[in-house]
Every structure is written in structure tokens, then in C-alpha cells.
């Protein structure tokens, strides 16, 4: 499949990686198109179920990314979303759900560049894994479900 | 068990407690639970291996907490669920009396939460043996291989949320699943609703569960899902050091503290 665009959803805190992502396109980098961002007061906000979500609805690949450790803006936010991601993936892991398509990153609000790296990156992995049918065979339920009458 | 009916019946008669909550023999050959109120009444009390339920459940009940201060005949499971509910201060020293029970079916006195605690340092929370190779075995599989498994295993699930009620851990007067604005977890008894369901029901209880089985005891369906609950204990005791997993009155939930150094190896 070469025509294949993978659908990629980002998760970023407001404080770093939503600046570091200003900070791409002030400074005219170019990168991937494929990304939806998606703005959070911090990492720590970030529900696991969101993520489910995301994949129900059709993403192939997600990105999760905010301050990094000691840079919180709410000192500890990313701490303890750290250890929330550590027990979630291990967890996605035992399900069987494709950890490889979750990519974790700490993008301050400095390192446009990064950004970019890190969206390229991802995309080019997500690419190379192809669309995640699995998932979404599960997820659409509606498209299954026979209609009597 | 004479030894279970006298303390039982001293402790009402003395009204140190209002309530003893212990285990009766049901209908056919289970037990369930029983709430005593009178002293003449202690002669139902029973305990035996069939009495497997989780009854330190019932602590955290409002209609419970109303008729005043109970005793809880307390298991190795049920002591345990008590440390962890104090730690999340569901209930504080003098809240409640423990009749508790050791493994080899003596009678235990404890005078705080504390002595409790100290009892349990002996009886870590572990994943058993014959449970870690069933752990073993799925975690060797393939990851399609895994999904597939577990979309089976799940798939009979009707969402009767047995589980929920029957896990003393989750007390929550208003759960997610019952949210609809928006709605979290899809109602119809499909693959994608269970799924996110039974994910979601872990990870809420990461750090938290004892590992009582109470929630695959109640399964209508059988399905193993405690196994996803042993994974997370499995988990957090080889990442978060020895001992972790096991609940404490100190520590505070496993996901409620942190270390500056714990492993970001999979961060970018």
C-alpha cells in the first residue's frame, strides 16, 4: 500500500511540546502533515482512555509527548504520567494491542526541531507498519451489526 | 469456628461493634455474607475454604457505615483489602474491628491497622507460581496472537459489571462506565466495549488490587480476568522495586507517587 497516509494523533502538553510545536512552525521547519495535535494543560491530564479512543476512531499511530522530567509546569504532572505510561504500556503489551504505534517523547518548548524528528520519525515507522485494521475491525461495531427489519 | 461465634458475641454484647459481618451457609453448598446485629443470632456465623468472597466490601457501603461501628471476620484477602483501604483513607484506626483469621484457621487480634500492616509484611502480595507460568505462557505469545486471545476471552462479556461489584476496591459512587457525556465505554456487549471496559477497570485498579480474585469469582462467564490485575502486580513489582505491589498505609498509591528515576527507556 503506497498511497497509504497514516492518521496520527498527537497528545502534547500546552506548556512545552505545544510551544516546541509553535516553535517548528515559526521557525519554518517542514514535517509530516499526517499529525493532529491535540492540546492538554499537562501530561498528567492525559487519560489512558483517550488513547483507546483515538485508536477507535481510526488513528494508526499515536504520539504522547510534554515537558521534560523536572520541567513540569506543575512540577511533578509528567512524573507521575510517567508512571502511569510505564504500567499502560506493559498492559496494551499483554492485550496485544501494537505498543509500537504508541511513541512517548519529552519535546520542550525549545526544541522545534525535535518536533519535527520526532513527527517524521513516527510517521515513517507508522508507514512501514501499515494501517492498523486490526483495531479498527474491532472497534466498528456498527458496520457489523446486521439490521432486522 | 465456637471461638468465631464467642468473639462475635462478646463483641456485640459489649455493643464494641454494631454490626459483625462474616460469612453463613447459603443455598446448595456456597456461603454468603452474613451481617449479624444480635448477640443470639452469632450461632450462623461459619467459616470454611468455601467462603472465598471478599467481604471487607461491604465497609466502604453507606447502609453499612449507617448501622454503626462493625466487626469484619478478616481473611488473608480481607486483611489485606483493609490496609489498602486505609491507605486510601477509606477507613481509619477504630473504624472497625478485625476478627482476623490466619491461613492455618487460628483467630487473630489486632489492636490497630498497623499490627495488620506488620502481620502482612510476613504474606507479600505475589503472583503464585501456577499463576505466574499461566502469565508466562501469555506473555510469550505473539501480539496478534495475544489480541486475539483476549478479544476471545472477553467476547462472551455482557457487561453486568459483576466485577465492579463485587471488588472491594472500587467504591466509587459514580463510576466512568456509567457516564454518557460523553460515553466512555460503548454499552452494547461488543468486542471494542469489552475491550475498553476490562482495560479501563484495570488500569483504575493498577497499584490498588490485592489480588483477591473476587472479581473472577463473580465472572457469570468465567473469564480470567483477573489475570490482566496479576499482570499489573507482576508489573509494578519488577518496576517499581520489591514489595511495591503489596498495600501499605504509608506509601500512598503506587500512581500517586513517583521517583525521579524511575525508567523512561521508551521515551524519546
Known amino acids: 500500500m503506497s498511497d497509504f497516509e497514516p492518521k496520527i494523533v498527537a497528545f502534547v502538553c500546552n506548556w512545552c511540546t505545544y510551544a516546541g510545536a509553535d516553535l517548528t512552525g515559526t521557525s519554518r521547519i517542514k514535517y509530516a502533515t499526517n499529525v493532529k495535535i491535540i492540546r492538554f494543560p499537562c501530561t498528567g491530564r492525559i487519560d489512558f482512555m483517550l488513547l483507546l479512543k483515538a485508536f477507535g476512531e481510526g488513528a494508526d499511530g499515536i504520539i504522547i509527548s510534554g515537558c521534560h522530567p523536572n520541567d513540569c509546569h506543575y512540577t511533578s504532572g509528567n512524573f507521575h504520567a510517567r508512571r502511569r505510561w510505564i504500567l499502560f504500556r506493559g498492559l496494551m503489551n499483554f492485550i496485544g494491542i501494537d505498543i509500537n504505534r504508541i511513541q512517548f517523547s519529552w519535546v520542550s518548548a525549545a526544541e522545534g526541531a525535535k518536533w519535527a524528528d520526532v513527527v517524521n520519525n513516527t510517521v515513517t515507522k507508522i508507514r512501514e507498519l501499515g494501517p492498523y485494521t486490526e483495531y479498527q475491525k474491532v472497534a466498528n461495531y456498527l458496520a457489523k451489526e446486521v439490521k432486522h427489519g | ?268
Open chain 2, 1 to 268: 469456628m465456637d471461638e468465631l461465634r464467642l468473639r462475635a458475641k462478646e463483641l456485640l454484647e459489649n455493643h464494641d461493634v454494631q454490626l459483625v459481618i462474616g460469612f453463613e451457609n447459603g443455598t446448595g453448598n456456597r456461603t454468603r455474607p452474613a451481617f449479624i446485629d444480635k448477640p443470639q443470632d452469632v450461632g450462623k456465623l461459619i467459616f470454611d475454604s468455601r467462603c472465598v468472597q471478599n467481604i471487607a466490601l461491604y465497609l466502604t457501603k453507606p447502609e453499612i457505615k449507617r448501622k454503626g461501628k462493625p466487626a469484619i471476620v478478616a481473611p488473608l484477602p480481607v486483611l489485606r483489602t483493609i490496609i489498602q483501604l486505609a491507605s486510601e483513607q477509606q477507613i481509619k484506626d477504630g473504624d472497625i474491628e478485625v476478627i482476623g483469621i490466619s491461613p492455618e484457621s487460628k483467630l487473630m487480634k489486632f489492636a490497630s491497622l498497623a499490627e495488620i500492616e506488620k502481620y502482612l509484611e510476613d504474606y507479600k502480595l505475589r503472583v503464585g507460581e501456577k499463576e505466574m507460568e499461566t502469565l508466562t505462557k501469555l506473555r510469550n505469545m505473539t501480539g496478534e496472537e495475544r489480541f486475539k486471545y483476549w478479544i476471545d476471552q472477553l467476547s462472551p462479556c455482557f457487561k453486568c459489571y459483576a466485577c465492579r461489584q463485587a471488588c472491594p476496591m472500587c467504591y466509587c459512587p459514580r463510576c466512568t462506565v456509567e457516564q454518557n457525556q460523553p460515553q466512555w465505554i460503548p454499552v452494547p456487549s461488543h468486542e471494542i466495549g469489552n475491550l475498553e471496559w476490562h482495560i479501563m477497570r484495570a488500569m483504575h485498579l493498577a497499584g490498588r488490587c490485592t489480588d483477591c480474585a473476587a472479581c473472577a469469582n463473580a465472572c457469570p462467564l468465567g473469564i480470567p480476568l483477573n489475570y490482566l490485575t496479576k499482570h499489573l502486580i507482576e508489573d509494578i513489582e519488577s518496576n517499581f522495586g520489591n514489595g511495591s505491589a503489596s498495600p501499605q498505609l504509608k506509601q500512598g498509591n503506587i500512581l500517586s507517587v513517583f521517583k525521579p528515576e524511575d525508567k523512561d527507556n521508551f521515551i524519546l
